[in-house]
């Protein structure tokens, strides 16, 4: 008997601190709150029936550090780059340019070489399975379409920069 009547009193407490936690929730668009003053202010709806929980997101790691924005001088302000600097940094990169062009249309003799006008030469398994060159032969095809793609792109980057886009003797068309 003694230990019903020390039960009950906890149950009491454990029915009172639920109770209290029931508190109304308010729906404000994507938000909630539990502030009849600010639900009222703006307008939110009250959620009825069933638990509201809600979890805040994480935040990205390195959020609390500044994050340094760089922004672009405006004309007539900002520091300026020596010319000498400027043209030292554009024939940096025209040579960059080029020498991704060599190696693009490089890549692309060696897949024309391979891809022998849609009849490269079968390797070890693809006697045997006639799918695995269908295969081959269809990958191989896509790799060329995309060199092409990446040696026009290089080229118009060339033009742009004020190089020679021309630079190979090998062309990108078909």
Same mark, same amino acid.
């Given at each position: 008997?003694?230990?019903r ?10 029915v ?9 929730i ?6 909630? /709150?539990?502030?009849? %003053?600010?639900? +009222?202010?703006?307008?939110?709806? *009250?959620? !009825?029936?069933? &638990?509201?929980?809600v ?43 080029? /020498?991704?062009?060599? %190696?693009?249309? +490089?890549?692309?003799?060696?897949? *024309?070489? !391979?891809?022998? &006008? ?42 742009r ?10 062309? +990108?068309?078909?």
């Amino acid at each position: 008997m003694k230990i019903r009547h020390v039960l009950i009193p906890f149950a009491l407490i454990a029915v009172a601190a639920g109770a209290s936690a029931q508190t109304s929730i308010f729906r404000c668009g994507n938000t909630y /709150t539990n502030d009849a %003053k600010e639900a +009222a202010s703006k307008g939110c709806k *009250l959620v !009825e029936g069933g &638990n509201v929980t809600v979890v805040q997101g994480t935040k990205v790691n390195g959020a609390s550090r500044p994050v340094n924005v760089v922004t672009a001088p405006q004309a007539g302000g900002g520091p300026r780059v020596q010319e000498g600097e400027q043209r030292a940094r554009d024939a940096d990169a025209r040579s960059i340019l080029e /020498t991704g062009l060599k %190696k693009a249309e +490089a890549r692309r003799a060696d897949l *024309l070489k !391979e891809y022998n &006008n849609g009849e490269p030469e079968m390797l070890g398994p693809e006697h045997k399975n006639r799918q695995k060159y269908l295969d081959r032969v269809t990958e191989l095809k896509a790799s060329i379409e995309r060199t092409d793609q990446d040696i026009n792109g290089l080229r118009r980057e060339l033009a742009r920069a004020g190089g020679n886009a021309s630079t190979s003797a090998n062309s +990108a068309t078909k």
